[in-house]
């Protein structure tokens, strides 16, 4: 059972950056796609981020050329760094592994780090 455990999350001004992290509880970055999703109350949980094993990297349209995805292996965390953030990035973000193998599925969660964006 795969743990992981978002930090970072916080209030932060319009237009500010912020950094979330997300440890995992053991080395799983070579084989799981790593992301990070958001979701407001009332809202479906939505792809904000994701990382393969091989390093490549998604955004959601909303998010492209201001968020960043990166992972550190030695310290299995995975980092979702948020410059310009806007009143709209207001969401609880979760972190995500997931892969498939054998016809089995493995998807795990963190508990979720509260984003507010306000003046």
């Known amino acids: 059972q795969v743990q992981l455990v978002e930090s970072g999350g916080g209030l932060v001004q319009p237009g500010g950056s912020l950094r979330l992290s997300c440890a995992a509880s053991?080395?799983?970055?070579?084989?799981?796609?790593m992301g990070w999703y958001r979701q407001t109350p009332g809202m479906q949980r939505d792809l904000v981020a994701t990382?393969?094993?091989?390093?490549?990297?998604n955004y959601a349209d909303s998010v492209k050329g201001r968020f960043t995805i990166s992972r550190d292996g030695a310290k299995n965390s995975v980092y979702l760094q948020m410059d310009s953030v806007k009143t709209e990035d207001t969401a609880d973000y979760y972190c995500?592994?997931?892969?498939?193998?054998?016809?089995?599925?493995?998807?795990?969660w963190g508990q979720g780090t509260q984003v507010t964006v306000s003046s």
């Open positions: 053991e080395s799983i970055f070579s084989t799981y796609v």
């Open positions: 995500n592994a997931f892969r498939t193998m054998y016809g089995s599925t493995y998807n795990y």
């Open positions: 990382i393969t094993p091989r390093g490549r990297t």
